[in-house]
Protein backbone atom coordinates (compact mmCIF):
# COMPACT_ATOMS: atom_id res chain seq x y z
CA UNK A 1 0.00 0.00 0.00
CA UNK A 2 2.94 2.18 0.42
CA UNK A 3 4.41 1.68 -2.70
CA UNK A 4 1.27 2.13 -4.37
CA UNK A 5 0.68 5.58 -2.61
CA UNK A 6 4.42 6.92 -3.76
CA UNK A 7 3.29 6.01 -7.37
CA UNK A 8 0.32 8.37 -7.02
CA UNK A 9 2.17 10.48 -5.68
CA UNK A 10 4.64 10.68 -8.48
CA UNK A 11 1.94 10.80 -10.98
CA UNK A 12 0.45 13.83 -9.32
CA UNK A 13 4.03 15.62 -9.24
CA UNK A 14 4.31 15.02 -13.27
CA UNK A 15 0.89 15.61 -13.81
CA UNK A 16 1.48 18.91 -12.08
CA UNK A 17 5.04 19.91 -13.73
CA UNK A 18 3.43 19.74 -17.07
CA UNK A 19 0.40 21.92 -15.76
CA UNK A 20 3.15 24.49 -14.93
CA UNK A 21 4.90 23.68 -17.85
CA UNK A 22 1.80 24.93 -20.27
CA UNK A 23 1.65 24.73 -24.18
CA UNK A 24 4.49 24.09 -26.31
CA UNK A 25 5.89 26.79 -27.66
CA UNK A 26 4.56 27.95 -30.98
CA UNK A 27 6.32 26.89 -33.99
CA UNK A 28 7.88 30.07 -35.97
CA UNK A 29 8.47 30.29 -39.24
CA UNK A 30 8.61 32.53 -42.10
CA UNK A 31 7.66 33.27 -45.32
CA UNK A 32 10.62 35.23 -47.58
CA UNK A 33 9.41 36.55 -50.74
CA UNK A 34 10.55 38.57 -53.62
CA UNK A 35 7.45 41.03 -53.75
CA UNK A 36 3.84 40.26 -53.14
CA UNK A 37 2.01 40.03 -56.55
CA UNK A 38 -1.80 39.01 -56.18
CA UNK A 39 -0.42 35.28 -57.60
CA UNK A 40 1.78 34.95 -54.92
CA UNK A 41 0.00 35.56 -51.89
CA UNK A 42 -2.49 33.17 -53.04
CA UNK A 43 -0.21 30.66 -53.24
CA UNK A 44 0.48 31.56 -49.17
CA UNK A 45 -2.45 30.97 -48.61
CA UNK A 46 -2.28 27.62 -50.19
CA UNK A 47 0.78 26.63 -48.13
CA UNK A 48 -0.83 28.50 -44.55
CA UNK A 49 -3.81 25.80 -45.45
CA UNK A 50 -1.78 22.82 -45.69
CA UNK A 51 -0.12 23.91 -42.53
CA UNK A 52 -3.39 24.29 -40.97
CA UNK A 53 -4.34 20.97 -42.53
CA UNK A 54 -1.14 19.21 -40.86
CA UNK A 55 -2.34 20.55 -37.43
CA UNK A 56 -0.25 24.01 -37.25
CA UNK A 57 -2.69 27.14 -37.31
CA UNK A 58 -2.16 30.69 -36.49
CA UNK A 59 -2.49 31.99 -32.92
CA UNK A 60 -2.27 28.67 -31.23
CA UNK A 61 0.87 26.58 -32.36
CA UNK A 62 2.00 28.50 -35.48
CA UNK A 63 3.93 32.04 -34.83
CA UNK A 64 4.46 33.20 -38.66
CA UNK A 65 6.50 36.51 -40.39
CA UNK A 66 6.54 37.38 -43.70
CA UNK A 67 9.71 38.73 -44.83
CA UNK A 68 9.53 40.93 -48.56
CA UNK A 69 12.43 42.07 -50.72
CA UNK A 70 12.23 44.28 -53.28
CA UNK A 71 14.68 43.60 -55.64
CA UNK A 72 16.85 39.74 -56.07
CA UNK A 73 19.86 41.93 -55.05
CA UNK A 74 18.48 42.21 -51.04
CA UNK A 75 17.93 38.09 -51.42
CA UNK A 76 20.96 37.33 -49.54
CA UNK A 77 20.65 40.13 -47.14
CA UNK A 78 17.62 39.15 -46.47
CA UNK A 79 18.21 35.93 -45.84
CA UNK A 80 21.07 36.15 -43.32
CA UNK A 81 19.25 38.05 -41.25
CA UNK A 82 16.43 35.50 -41.32
CA UNK A 83 19.12 32.85 -40.50
CA UNK A 84 20.63 34.65 -37.61
CA UNK A 85 16.59 34.87 -36.69
CA UNK A 86 16.78 30.93 -36.25
CA UNK A 87 12.95 30.26 -37.29
CA UNK A 88 12.32 26.54 -36.86
CA UNK A 89 11.51 26.83 -40.45
CA UNK A 90 12.09 29.42 -44.03
CA UNK A 91 9.37 28.70 -46.91
CA UNK A 92 10.39 30.94 -49.83
CA UNK A 93 8.64 32.07 -52.58
CA UNK A 94 10.63 32.67 -56.26
CA UNK A 95 13.23 31.13 -57.51
CA UNK A 96 15.21 34.04 -56.49
CA UNK A 97 15.10 33.47 -52.20
CA UNK A 98 14.93 29.30 -52.81
CA UNK A 99 18.66 30.64 -54.53
CA UNK A 100 19.50 32.82 -51.56
CA UNK A 101 18.30 30.15 -49.12
CA UNK A 102 20.25 27.77 -50.64
CA UNK A 103 22.97 29.44 -50.25
CA UNK A 104 23.09 31.42 -47.41
CA UNK A 105 21.25 29.13 -44.91
CA UNK A 106 23.84 28.16 -42.17
CA UNK A 107 21.88 26.91 -39.28
CA UNK A 108 17.68 25.95 -39.87
CA UNK A 109 16.07 24.11 -43.46
CA UNK A 110 13.50 25.53 -46.03
CA UNK A 111 10.98 24.43 -48.22
CA UNK A 112 10.58 26.42 -51.42
CA UNK A 113 7.93 27.15 -53.47
CA UNK A 114 6.36 29.29 -56.30
CA UNK A 115 9.24 28.40 -58.11
CA UNK A 116 9.90 27.09 -61.96
CA UNK A 117 12.81 24.70 -61.38
CA UNK A 118 14.33 24.31 -57.75
CA UNK A 119 17.65 22.74 -59.56
CA UNK A 120 18.17 25.75 -61.82
CA UNK A 121 17.40 27.73 -58.71
CA UNK A 122 20.50 25.99 -57.45
CA UNK A 123 18.74 23.92 -54.82
CA UNK A 124 20.61 20.69 -55.67
CA UNK A 125 21.74 18.42 -58.67
CA UNK A 126 18.68 16.44 -59.51
CA UNK A 127 14.98 16.46 -57.61
CA UNK A 128 16.19 13.42 -55.76
CA UNK A 129 19.76 15.15 -54.94
CA UNK A 130 19.32 18.16 -53.30
CA UNK A 131 21.08 20.29 -50.68
CA UNK A 132 20.19 18.72 -47.32
CA UNK A 133 18.71 21.77 -45.47
CA UNK A 134 16.56 22.75 -48.68
CA UNK A 135 13.65 20.55 -50.63
CA UNK A 136 11.20 22.24 -52.85
CA UNK A 137 8.11 21.83 -55.30
CA UNK A 138 8.87 23.18 -58.28
CA UNK A 139 6.25 23.95 -60.87
CA UNK A 140 7.68 24.19 -64.50
CA UNK A 141 6.17 26.53 -66.69
CA UNK A 142 4.46 24.77 -69.99
CA UNK A 143 6.51 26.33 -72.25
CA UNK A 144 6.37 23.86 -75.05
CA UNK A 145 2.21 24.92 -74.77
CA UNK A 146 3.52 28.14 -75.39
CA UNK A 147 5.97 28.05 -78.18
CA UNK A 148 3.18 25.69 -80.14
CA UNK A 149 1.02 28.91 -79.44
CA UNK A 150 3.55 31.49 -80.67
CA UNK A 151 4.19 28.88 -83.61
CA UNK A 152 0.30 28.81 -84.63
CA UNK A 153 0.13 32.67 -85.02
CA UNK A 154 -1.83 33.21 -88.46
CA UNK A 155 0.07 35.54 -89.59
CA UNK A 156 3.38 33.84 -88.26
CA UNK A 157 5.69 36.61 -86.84
CA UNK A 158 9.14 35.81 -87.52
CA UNK A 159 10.69 37.47 -84.07
CA UNK A 160 9.13 37.42 -80.70
CA UNK A 161 9.64 39.99 -78.08
CA UNK A 162 10.27 38.88 -74.28
CA UNK A 163 11.44 41.42 -71.35
CA UNK A 164 12.75 40.26 -68.58
CA UNK A 165 15.11 40.64 -65.66
CA UNK A 166 18.33 38.42 -65.99
CA UNK A 167 19.18 38.23 -62.41
CA UNK A 168 15.95 36.06 -61.76
CA UNK A 169 17.55 32.54 -62.09
CA UNK A 170 13.64 31.03 -63.37
CA UNK A 171 13.49 33.77 -66.13
CA UNK A 172 16.86 33.02 -67.17
CA UNK A 173 16.75 29.52 -67.31
CA UNK A 174 13.17 30.06 -69.20
CA UNK A 175 14.48 32.43 -72.14
CA UNK A 176 17.36 29.90 -72.57
CA UNK A 177 14.59 27.33 -73.11
CA UNK A 178 12.08 28.91 -75.24
CA UNK A 179 15.26 29.88 -77.54
CA UNK A 180 15.99 26.47 -77.97
CA UNK A 181 12.04 25.92 -78.71
CA UNK A 182 11.33 28.41 -81.38
CA UNK A 183 14.45 27.23 -83.24
CA UNK A 184 13.83 26.01 -86.71
CA UNK A 185 15.91 22.53 -86.37
CA UNK A 186 14.28 21.72 -83.11
CA UNK A 187 10.91 21.21 -84.64
CA UNK A 188 11.58 21.11 -88.30
CA UNK A 189 9.93 24.12 -88.97
CA UNK A 190 10.97 27.73 -90.08
CA UNK A 191 12.80 29.43 -87.41
CA UNK A 192 11.87 32.16 -84.48
CA UNK A 193 14.10 34.93 -83.19
CA UNK A 194 13.53 35.83 -79.81
CA UNK A 195 14.14 38.95 -79.02
CA UNK A 196 15.13 40.07 -75.23
CA UNK A 197 14.80 43.41 -73.39
CA UNK A 198 16.85 43.14 -69.59
CA UNK A 199 15.86 44.94 -67.25
CA UNK A 200 16.56 45.33 -63.60
CA UNK A 201 13.79 46.93 -62.30
CA UNK A 202 9.66 47.09 -62.59
CA UNK A 203 9.85 50.45 -63.87
CA UNK A 204 11.66 49.64 -66.66
CA UNK A 205 8.86 47.23 -67.96
CA UNK A 206 6.63 49.67 -69.73
CA UNK A 207 9.81 51.41 -71.62
CA UNK A 208 10.78 48.14 -72.49
CA UNK A 209 7.69 47.46 -75.01
CA UNK A 210 9.33 51.02 -77.25
CA UNK A 211 12.88 49.05 -77.38
CA UNK A 212 10.73 45.62 -78.41
CA UNK A 213 8.98 47.51 -81.42
CA UNK A 214 11.76 49.14 -82.26
CA UNK A 215 13.68 45.73 -82.74
CA UNK A 216 10.49 44.58 -85.41
CA UNK A 217 9.13 41.91 -83.28
CA UNK A 218 5.65 40.51 -84.28
CA UNK A 219 4.38 39.00 -80.62
CA UNK A 220 5.19 39.21 -77.01
CA UNK A 221 5.55 36.35 -74.85
CA UNK A 222 5.41 37.83 -70.89
CA UNK A 223 7.80 35.13 -69.07
CA UNK A 224 6.69 34.57 -65.52
CA UNK A 225 9.17 36.72 -63.07
CA UNK A 226 8.71 38.73 -60.13
CA UNK A 227 10.03 41.97 -61.75
CA UNK A 228 7.86 42.39 -64.81
CA UNK A 229 4.84 41.04 -63.15
CA UNK A 230 4.79 43.74 -60.12
CA UNK A 231 3.75 46.26 -62.89
CA UNK A 232 1.78 43.61 -64.98
CA UNK A 233 -1.38 45.71 -65.61
CA UNK A 234 0.61 48.46 -67.18
CA UNK A 235 2.86 46.51 -69.03
CA UNK A 236 0.34 44.30 -70.71
CA UNK A 237 -1.73 47.18 -71.84
CA UNK A 238 1.25 48.65 -73.16
CA UNK A 239 1.76 45.76 -75.61
CA UNK A 240 -1.68 45.51 -76.19
CA UNK A 241 -1.70 49.59 -77.22
CA UNK A 242 1.24 48.24 -79.58
CA UNK A 243 -1.15 46.00 -81.25
CA UNK A 244 0.84 42.92 -80.64
CA UNK A 245 -0.65 39.81 -79.96
CA UNK A 246 0.74 38.92 -76.60
CA UNK A 247 1.10 34.90 -74.85
CA UNK A 248 0.81 35.61 -70.98
CA UNK A 249 1.23 33.74 -67.72
CA UNK A 250 -1.88 34.41 -65.87
CA UNK A 251 -5.34 34.21 -66.68
CA UNK A 252 -5.43 37.55 -65.29
CA UNK A 253 -3.98 39.13 -68.28
CA UNK A 254 -6.61 38.39 -70.34
CA UNK A 255 -8.68 41.34 -69.02
CA UNK A 256 -5.40 43.49 -70.15
CA UNK A 257 -5.30 42.64 -73.67
CA UNK A 258 -2.90 39.77 -73.89
CA UNK A 259 -4.11 37.26 -76.63
CA UNK A 260 -3.92 33.87 -74.56
CA UNK A 261 -2.56 32.96 -71.86
CA UNK A 262 -0.69 29.47 -69.86
CA UNK A 263 -1.32 29.92 -66.04
CA UNK A 264 0.25 27.84 -63.64
CA UNK A 265 -1.57 26.52 -60.30
CA UNK A 266 0.14 27.65 -57.72
CA UNK A 267 -2.64 26.97 -55.49
CA UNK A 268 -2.09 23.20 -55.66
CA UNK A 269 1.75 23.77 -55.27
CA UNK A 270 1.01 25.83 -52.56
CA UNK A 271 -0.84 23.05 -50.32
CA UNK A 272 1.63 20.57 -51.30
CA UNK A 273 4.58 22.81 -50.40
CA UNK A 274 2.07 23.20 -46.56
CA UNK A 275 1.88 19.41 -46.19
CA UNK A 276 5.35 19.40 -46.62
CA UNK A 277 6.09 21.94 -44.09
CA UNK A 278 4.13 20.49 -41.01
CA UNK A 279 6.11 17.34 -41.68
CA UNK A 280 9.43 19.34 -40.84
CA UNK A 281 7.32 20.81 -37.93
CA UNK A 282 6.65 17.36 -36.54
CA UNK A 283 10.35 16.68 -36.45
CA UNK A 284 11.25 15.26 -40.09
CA UNK A 285 13.95 16.79 -41.91
CA UNK A 286 14.25 17.90 -45.25
CA UNK A 287 17.23 16.35 -46.37
CA UNK A 288 14.94 12.99 -46.73
CA UNK A 289 12.23 14.62 -48.54
CA UNK A 290 12.78 14.69 -52.28
CA UNK A 291 12.35 17.60 -54.30
CA UNK A 292 8.82 17.53 -56.20
CA UNK A 293 7.85 18.88 -59.78
CA UNK A 294 4.16 19.86 -60.59
CA UNK A 295 2.80 20.14 -63.93
CA UNK A 296 -0.51 21.91 -63.36
CA UNK A 297 -1.14 24.94 -65.73
CA UNK A 298 -3.91 26.07 -67.94
CA UNK A 299 -4.12 27.62 -71.64
CA UNK A 300 -7.02 30.20 -71.76
CA UNK A 301 -7.71 32.18 -75.00
CA UNK A 302 -9.52 35.97 -75.67
CA UNK A 303 -11.43 35.03 -78.75
CA UNK A 304 -12.25 38.28 -78.72
CA UNK A 305 -8.92 40.40 -78.46
CA UNK A 306 -7.96 37.88 -81.70
CA UNK A 307 -10.83 39.04 -83.39
CA UNK A 308 -9.44 42.53 -83.01
CA UNK A 309 -6.08 42.05 -83.60
CA UNK A 310 -7.19 40.09 -87.04
CA UNK A 311 -4.83 36.92 -86.09
CA UNK A 312 -6.04 33.12 -85.11
CA UNK A 313 -4.21 30.17 -84.11
CA UNK A 314 -3.65 26.39 -84.18
CA UNK A 315 -4.35 24.34 -80.59
CA UNK A 316 -1.04 24.21 -78.52
CA UNK A 317 0.86 20.49 -78.02
CA UNK A 318 -0.23 19.65 -74.23
CA UNK A 319 2.97 18.77 -72.67
CA UNK A 320 6.47 19.84 -71.65
CA UNK A 321 9.30 17.95 -72.76
Not at 78 to 88: E, K, W
Not at 305 to 311: H, I
Amino acid sequence: MIQMGRAWSVLVLLAALTACAGPAPAKRVVYASLGAEPTLLECQAAVTAGLEAGGYELGRNLDLKRVVVDSPAEAAAAVSRIDAARPDLVITFTSTMLHAASVGLRHGQAVGVYCYDPVAAGAGKALDDHLPWVTAVGTPPPLVAVASLLRGLEPRPTKVGVVYNPREPGPKSQVAQMRLLLAGPRLQQPEMELVTVEIDQPQDSVPAVAQLLAKGVGAVWKVGDATVVRVAEDYCRAVAAAGLPLIGDHESQLAWGALATASIDFRTAGREAGRIAALVLDGQTVDCIPMQRLDAWTIEINAARAQELGVGFAPPQANNP
